[in-house]
């Protein structure tokens, strides 16, 4: 396939996540008082409903409060969501076959340094984006890095393990090759420029996880990286 054609069809399949986002909000998904798990339930059902999407190529991911802290690979205890709660939503579609992979979080209260740090993610997010635009050599490793800088002179913590990864085709995860290299960590010294096992163009995924420096909430926002 094209690479050009490969890349429409990534972004067509975020527009149609991003849409479902939009529907979340609309149906009043997101709200105190409600379970962690029943939101992920009634996302599950109104992206069938609405979308057609039988298909999850990760777990729906719905924390709040304290569970924000807690990266994708957690399983923290399930808890009610909160009147001044961040809540983040972490959604991996699939959509014609294609990945999707966006993450959102909202601000429920309005406690001033909560509603700041869910305004940084975006900012934040496309300041990591320049850099990897202004890098043609950067690594994964060197990405991270910068991430993590970026984050620390804003005021926050950078919270995730990793800042991204590789998607594509369903299932993207088969794609041979070591791992590490797929994602944008400190354990990949490879040009992210670099084509993969299968000589195709990566596309990655950029994750931004700020939590406070006390540790007690975070935020979360991806969505793909998309070279300018």
Same mark, same amino acid.
């Given at each position: 396939m094209?690479p050009d054609?490969?890349?429409?069809?990534?972004?067509?399949?975020?527009a149609?996540?991003m849409?479902?986002f939009d529907a979340?909000e609309a149906?009043? *998904?997101i709200?105190?008082?409600?379970?962690?798990? %029943?939101v992920?339930?009634e996302? $599950? #059902? =109104?992206?069938?409903?609405?979308?057609g999407?039988?298909k999850h190529w990760h777990k729906r991911?719905?924390?709040?409060?304290?569970?924000?802290?807690?990266?994708?690979?957690d399983?923290?205890?399930v808890?009610?969501i909160?009147?001044?709660d961040?809540v983040?939503i972490? *959604?991996g579609?699939?959509f014609?076959?294609?990945? %999707?992979?966006?993450?959102r979080? $909202? #601000? =429920?209260?309005t406690?001033?340094e909560?509603?700041?740090?869910g305004a940084?993610?975006?900012?934040?997010?496309?300041?990591?984006?320049q850099?990897?635009?202004?890098?043609?050599d950067?690594?994964g490793?060197?990405?991270?890095g910068y991430?993590?800088r970026?984050?620390?002179?804003?005021?926050?913590?950078?919270?995730?393990d990793?800042?991204?990864h590789?998607?594509?085709?369903?299932?993207?995860?088969?794609?041979?090759?070591?791992?590490d290299?797929y994602?944008?960590?400190p354990?990949?010294?490879?040009?992210?420029?670099?084509?993969?096992?299968?000589g195709?163009?990566k596309?990655?995924i950029?994750?931004?996880?700020?939590?406070?420096?006390?540790?007690?909430?975070g935020g979360?926002?991806?969505?793909l990286?998309v070279p300018a």
């Open positions: 094209h054609t490969r890349l429409a069809a990534l972004l067509a399949a975020e149609k996540a849409a479902l979340i149906a009043g *998904l709200a105190p008082g409600r379970s962690e798990r %029943a992920e339930k996302i $599950y #059902a =109104l992206a069938e409903r609405s979308f999407v039988t991911i719905v924390r709040s409060g304290p569970n924000t802290l807690c990266t994708a690979s399983n923290p205890p808890r009610e909160a009147e001044d961040l983040f972490d *959604l579609p699939v014609d076959e294609w990945e %999707a992979d966006v993450g979080t $909202y #601000a =429920l209260g406690a001033p909560k509603r700041r740090l940084d993610l975006e900012r934040i997010f496309e300041t990591v984006k850099h990897f635009d202004a890098t043609p950067v690594t490793a060197d990405l991270y991430a993590q970026i984050a620390e002179a804003n005021g926050w913590l950078f919270g995730g990793i800042a991204g590789l998607v594509g085709e369903f299932p993207h995860a088969r794609i041979p090759g070591d791992k290299l994602r944008i960590s354990k990949n010294p490879s040009r992210m420029r670099d084509p993969d096992e299968l195709q163009e596309h990655w950029l994750e931004i996880h700020l939590v406070d420096r006390d540790r007690t909430y979360f926002y991806e969505r990286l």
